[in-house]
């Protein structure tokens, strides 16, 4: 019997693609170079499987890919699934969940931690020999504690969990979250307060937004979000850019209505250097890099292989996105 045709559009470790090897005739793009539109689409005539991060798996892409029957995801988001397209078509999709968790949270934490001592605006301050200069007094170079805080949590999945876990636990934090459902182990374990949206904007000092990129979500923070949160409060974005209205954003951070934001994420990535959000010295931005570290990506590429490989051949447990079991 011949082997599946699998499209492989992430640069593997060799681990992985032995393992896609072994049971999938590979299609590679390997450095970084990903096929254009047109490209692509004529790739997809026949193939059974697709391994990637980002294009968006839709009805027009589906047009032109007629014996695809599984989408493996780099990633533990899925925003990029037309999840009821596919459905309809049967295609599986599949993302990486567990593997990043940790290393998300921490990453959170560098954000939170960043943005409140100011860190990347100080360190360029030392670096231009501005350090002492022009009248500089103790309190130019303050900050805000985050130890004794509060934080609110929007969207308590595994990640929110693991951010909660560092807060409670790490500094002393006392934890707010809004979630669809409850979080029982959350409460327990971290002391965590079940609120609504608007309480958690009105008593966090950080703002953490970690709910999943959907068409209900889409656009949840804007002006009257940011209205409702403390002058002195921070907001963190590490899920998906179009959550937020990021012109609001640059608008109460140039105004000084919120204290600073760190983000992972924007609208469009890589983001446009001109975009205000850029130009603040109150934001602390980051280039998408939540899961970024060797071992976390080793992690999601092997489980990435290991659900492609399972899609096609029906040999093994997966990690099937929640919407398409
Ligand atoms: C993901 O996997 O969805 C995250 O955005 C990684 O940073």
Same mark, same amino acid.
């Given at each position: 019997?011949?082997?599946?045709? $699998?499209?492989?559009?992430? %640069?593997?470790?060799e681990?992985?693609?032995?393992?896609? +090897?072994?049971?999938?005739?590979?299609?590679?793009?390997?450095?970084g170079?990903?096929?254009?539109?047109?490209?692509?689409?004529?790739?997809?005539?026949?193939?059974?499987?697709?391994?990637?991060?980002?294009?968006?798996?839709?009805?027009?892409?589906?047009?032109?890919?007629?014996?695809?029957? $599984?989408?493996s #995801?780099?990633?533990v988001?899925?925003? #990029?699934?037309d !999840?009821?397209?596919?459905k309809?078509?049967?295609?599986?999709? !599949?993302?990486?969940?567990?593997?990043?968790?940790?290393?998300?949270?921490?990453?959170?934490f560098?954000?939170?931690l960043? &943005?409140?001592r100011r860190?990347?605006?100080?360190?360029?301050?030392?670096?231009?020999?501005?350090?002492g200069?022009?009248?500089a007094?103790?309190?130019?170079?303050?900050?805000?504690?985050?130890?004794?805080?509060?934080?609110?949590?929007?969207?308590?999945?595994?990640?929110?969990?693991?951010?909660?876990?560092? $807060? &409670?636990?790490g500094?002393?934090?006392?934890?707010?979250?809004?979630n669809?459902?409850r979080?029982?182990? $959350?409460?327990?374990?971290? /002391?965590?307060?079940?609120?609504d949206?608007?309480?958690l904007?009105?008593?966090?000092?950080?703002?953490?937004?970690?709910?999943?990129?959907t068409?209900e979500?889409?656009?949840?923070?804007?002006?009257?979000?940011?209205?409702?949160?403390?002058r002195?409060?921070?907001?963190? #974005?590490?899920?998906? /850019?179009?959550?937020?209205?990021?012109?609001?954003?640059?608008?109460?951070? %140039?105004? /000084?209505r919120?204290?600073?934001? +760190?983000?992972?994420v924007?609208?469009?990535?890589?983001?446009?250097?001109?975009?205000?959000l850029?130009?603040?010295?109150?934001a602390?931005?980051?280039?998408?890099?939540?899961?970024?570290?060797?071992?976390?990506?080793?992690?999601?590429?092997?489980?990435?292989?290991n659900?492609?490989?399972?899609?096609?051949? +029906?040999?093994?447990?997966?990690?099937?996105?929640?919407?398409l079991?």
């Amino acid at each position: 019997m011949s082997k599946p045709r $699998a499209l492989i559009l992430k %640069a593997m470790p060799e681990e992985a693609r032995r393992l896609i +090897g072994e049971h999938c005739e590979m299609i590679e793009y390997r450095s970084g170079y990903l096929p254009g539109r047109e490209e692509l689409l004529a790739l997809l005539s026949d193939v059974e499987g697709i391994l990637q991060t980002d294009v968006r798996i839709d009805s027009e892409l589906l047009k032109h890919a007629p014996k695809l029957m $599984a989408v493996s #995801n780099q990633s533990v988001g899925y925003n #990029n699934f037309d !999840t009821s397209v596919m459905k309809e078509r049967g295609i599986i999709g !599949t993302h990486t969940p567990y593997v990043l968790d940790d290393t998300v949270a921490d990453l959170i934490f560098a954000l939170i931690l960043s &943005a409140a001592r100011r860190v990347p605006e100080l360190d360029l301050l030392v670096k231009q020999g501005k350090w002492g200069k022009d009248g500089a007094k103790a309190e130019h170079y303050f900050g805000m504690d985050v130890h004794h805080s509060t934080i609110g949590i929007i969207g308590m999945g595994r990640i929110g969990e693991a951010v909660a876990k560092r $807060a &409670a636990l790490g500094f002393d934090m006392k934890v707010l979250y809004s979630n669809r459902t409850r979080k029982p182990h $959350a409460e327990e374990a971290y /002391g965590a307060r079940y609120c609504d949206l608007e309480p958690l904007l009105q008593e966090s000092d950080y703002v953490v937004l970690m709910a999943p990129l959907t068409p209900e979500t889409k656009g949840m923070i804007r002006k009257e979000q940011f209205e409702l949160m403390k002058r002195t409060a921070i907001f963190i #974005n590490a899920s998906r /850019g179009p959550l937020v209205d990021e012109h609001d954003l640059a608008d109460v951070l %140039a105004h /000084g209505r919120i204290l600073a934001a +760190g983000l992972d994420v924007y609208c469009e990535e890589p983001v446009d250097p001109r975009h205000p959000l850029l130009q603040l010295p109150n934001a602390v931005t980051l280039p998408h890099i939540g899961s970024a570290t060797a071992r976390t990506r080793y992690d999601m590429a092997m489980t990435a292989a290991n659900n492609l490989v399972g899609a096609l051949l +029906g040999d093994r447990a997966i990690h099937v996105v929640p919407e398409l079991k």
